[in-house]
Every structure is written in C-alpha cells, then in structure tokens.
C-alpha cells in the first residue's frame, strides 16, 4: 500500500496544504494508501528521501516528493483513473499548483500565521516560531493588523475561481476533479489552523468547500 508522509500537528491533526492536495487526489480516486505523521521535528522520519519537507509518497520500489510531482506520478501509475482529463486540464492543473503555492498561500499565512502555534505542540511550537520568525524578520504577529485587508485581498484574487464554480459547479466541471483538489488544501489550512471568517457563509466558493470537505473527511 502507498504511503503518504503527512505534516501532524496536535491531536494528529492534518493541515498541510500540498499534503491535503495529495490526500483529496488519492480518496477522489479511489487509490489506497495510508498515511505517516511527521511533525515539523520529526526530520528522521523523512531522513530516508534527504528531503526536510512533506508530502513524501513511499512506494513499492522508491518514493516520490512534492506535492505536484505526486499527482503526476500517479498520473503515470494509476492511468485507468485518469488523474488529468488531457492535456489541457494538466496545464491548468500545473497553473493552479504554482499560483496558489506563490500566490495564495503568501496571503493566507499573513492571516493565520500568529494561529498556528494553536494547532502544534512541544518542540514544534519552538521550531514554527523560530524559523518562520526568521522568514519574515520580525514576530509572528506583524500581520495581525494587516487580517482584514488580507482577507479582501484574497477573495477578490479568487473571484476567477468563484465564476468557474458559479458556472460549473466544481472547478474541474461538473464533479470533481485534480483541479479542485489542488484547490482545496488552502482552504483546509485556514479553516482547521484558524477561528478567521476568511469566506461568508453564502460565497460559493465555501459551498463548493463543505462539499470536499464530506469528501475528505474518511482520512481526516
């Protein structure tokens, strides 16, 4: 069976964002697997594939990292699941994976980013302050003041995603797909790391949200 080296925070919870990415492929796919927790701490877990960062896809006869690489390794290994439609739906794939991870992300952390110590415990609160403190030079809670802005900031940037939902019911069309699962681990990361409205209630794009999430939530 696969297995998926997963970032844990406390009480095991899951909040990766490319990690949730790989998970939602694998559970819409129908693709066995069973995952691993690594805390930020836990290097020697992962010291096997002399990578510091999940997710990592262990398999029979080697492994696999970065969340982008493993969806197309399971494209090439799972060709009966037809991971991307065509060609088409992977460059849009590929889009989505790089603008969220540098676009999006940047945005959602400077909202929860004074949060997260919430979710971590022991060693890992020390390790997340320490080297992301380092990151944005200065404390965790320099965006604080910056929360609503940041908000209004990233749902005007999602509004092309928001029409594709309004128009298709799912950014793949009208089921879900490798488009919205690569979507769906920003989300995630705000809503189980943070007590933030970061969408209404009646945004479709929180709709199309709470409908993943049922779809996730057999590993969750």
């Known amino acids: 069976m ?6 844990s925070g406390k009480n095991d919870l899951r909040f990766s964002p490319p990690c949730w990415n790989v998970k939602l492929c694998l559970i819409q796919n129908n693709i066995k697997f069973m995952t691993i927790p690594v ?3 836990d290097k020697d877990k992962i010291a096997f594939s002399k990578q510091k960062l999940v997710p990592i896809l262990d398999y029979k006869d080697g492994f696999v990292y970065d969340s982008w690489n493993i969806i197309n390794w399971l494209d090439e290994n799972y060709p009966q699941k037809k991971i991307f439609l065509n060609n ?5 794939s ?3 994976y790089l603008w969220t991870s540098r676009q999006l992300l940047p945005i959602l952390f400077k909202i ?3 949060e997260i ?11 997340y302050i320490k080297t992301r403190e380092e990151r944005i030079n200065g404390p965790i809670t320099k965006f604080v003041p910056l929360i609503s802005s940041s908000i209004e900031e990233f749902r005007k940037l999602i509004d092309p995603i928001r029409k594709i939902i309004i128009n298709n019911g799912y950014i793949s069309g009208k089921k879900p797909g490798i488009e919205d699962c690569i979507f769906f681990g920003n989300l995630k990361w705000v809503d189980v790391c943070s007590s933030c409205n970061l969408l209404d209630d009646e945004d479709p794009v929180y709709k199309w949200y709470k409908n993943l999430l ?7």
């Open 117 to 127: 110590p919430n979710v971590l415990e022991e060693d890992d609160i020390y390790y």
């Open 2 to 7: 696969l297995k998926l080296y997963d970032l």
């Open 94 to 96: 590929y889009f989505l």
């Open 39 to 41: 805390r930020f701490t």
């Open 112 to 114: 929860i980013a004074h």
């Open 214 to 220: 049922k779809i996730s939530k057999s590993t969750d």
């Open 88 to 92: 088409s739906s992977k460059n849009f």
